[in-house]
Structure formats: structure tokens, C-alpha cells
């Protein structure tokens, strides 16, 4: 018997016109919905038009573990699983990695049908640099811990999609300020696709002054990357010279230190030169 198939589809995330055409398709004739929410999903499958013919069963983050053998097992008698979240892609901050994972140890087929995400739309529309950029889940809620993981994004270049609940954002902000400084470059973006959609940009500072006024809504945000950082290339001068003390050829050297620093070869050399004299 061929085994079925897990569909990880993603839902809107407030606008149900953003449906694709696949999700319809799959929330009536998959044989199993695992559902973030089931109440959720048969508000969607109703406003899009379609019943589920399927066995719809809760998958939240409480119940993933205890789920996992019946969903496999479906999946080994030839099923069709389709597994949906509340809004966005499964398995991003979302239930989802380890049933992914369960399947591929045993080697039972996984696809996906593509869909909104928040993570994207928030980094398209925050106006910060989107060609390298990653995505961190959210932040601790205790303070302490919260620092120390805004600590780690003080040298990061890229820029960083997180999200938080809106009663901790205006801590979560002020912390970032204490932390990377409050004239980083950030956008919280918030209710994305709904009504009441609200995007802000600006400093640290700025963004943290408003949402101490309180703010609702899904929050998601995006966070500048942290200046690259500037190597003197004076300061590496002792490297090189420690290389050619064992041999190597200063020009070798120079380009040995030089690609490590990330710095040009000619102002390592000119350095090397000057210092020389």
C-alpha cells in the first residue's frame, strides 16, 4: 500500500481572500485535518465555501506528542493529512516541526502548499534590507533572559523578523533600546492584512515611546541588522609580520590576514609598509 500524503498549508492571516486555490481544495477532500484550532479551521472552511469531508482533530502545541502516532498512523494506511495552523505556515513558531520530522525519519511523503507568512510580509513592508534576513520566534519573557538574547543580535548584520505579544512590547522595545542602542533601525508591524493593519518605522527609541502607550493586534517585528564592523588594518600589522617571522612570503601573508579581516590587501600591505619604516 502506498502511503498517503502530509500537506502543511498555510492560512491567512487575516484576510480569507488570501486563501490560495489549494487550500480550498485540500480542506474538502483531505481524510484528516489537524487543526491549531479546530474552531478556527471550520470558521475558515465555511467562509471559503468548502465542509471538510475529513476527520477534523485538534494539533496545538500541547497535544503534538500525543497526536503524532494516530497522524502517522493515517499517513502509513495511504491518508491524506492536511495539518493547518491558526494563520501563517506550519511549523514556523508554529506546531508542525515534529510531525515534519516524524515523517521524514520514516520516510513518509511531505509537501507544502505556500501561502501567507508574516515573517515575509513584514519584512517586505518594513523598509529594511530584505536580501539577507533571519528569524528568531520570540523573545523570552523574563527580562533577564530577554537582555542576554538581545545581547547575541548587538554584532548581527542581518536584518532579524521576530514576533511578541502586544502586553510585552513595550518592555521587549525598551529592553532592545537598553541593549542595541535606540537609534537602530526597526518597524512593528502590526494586525497585518486585517482592517486595522498599522505599520511603524523608526528608531529603537521612537518605536519604544509609542508602544509604551499600549498597543493590540498580532504584533510582528523586524529589526535592522547591526553596522558591519570596521577593521583598522594597523591592527593587524603584528599578524602579518607573525607569519612572515615563520616564513611566509609577506605578499602571502598580507593576503592570508587580509581575507580573514575581510579587509583590501593593498591597505594591509601599505600598513605593513608604513609600520615597517
Known sequence: MDSGTLLLAATPLGDVRDASPRLVEALGSADVVAAEDTR??????????????????????GVESARAPMLLDALREGRTVLLVTDAGMPSVSDPGYRLVTACIAEQLPVTCLPGPSAVTTALALSGLPS???????????????????????????????????????????????DVLGGERRAAVCRELTKTYEEVRRGTLAELAAWAAEGVRGEITV????????????????AQVEQRAAEGVRLKDAVA?????????????????????R
Open 40 to 61: 478556527r479551521v471550520r470558521a475558515l472552511a465555511s467562509a471559503l465555501g468548502v465542509a471538510p469531508t475529513g476527520k477534523v482533530v485538534s494539533y496545538y502545541e
Open 131 to 177: 536580501d539577507r534576513f533571519c528569524f528568531d520566534g520570540f523573545p523570552p519573557r523574563k527580562q533577564g533572559e530577554r537582555r542576554r538574547w538581545f545581547r547575541r543580535l548587538t554584532t548581527e548584520e542581518r536584518t532579524c523578523v521576530f514576533f511578541e505579544a502586544p502586553h510585552r512590547l513595550a518592555e521587549a522595545l525598551a529592553d532592545a533600546v
Open 222 to 237: 523586524v529589526l535592522g541588522g547591526a553596522e558591519p564592523e570596521t577593521t583598522d588594518p594597523a591592527d593587524l600589522v
Open 256 to 276: 592570508e590576514v587580509a581575507e580573514l579581516a575581510g579587509v583590501r590587501k593593498k591597505e594591509l600591505y601599505d600598513a605593513v609598509l608604513a609600520a615597517r
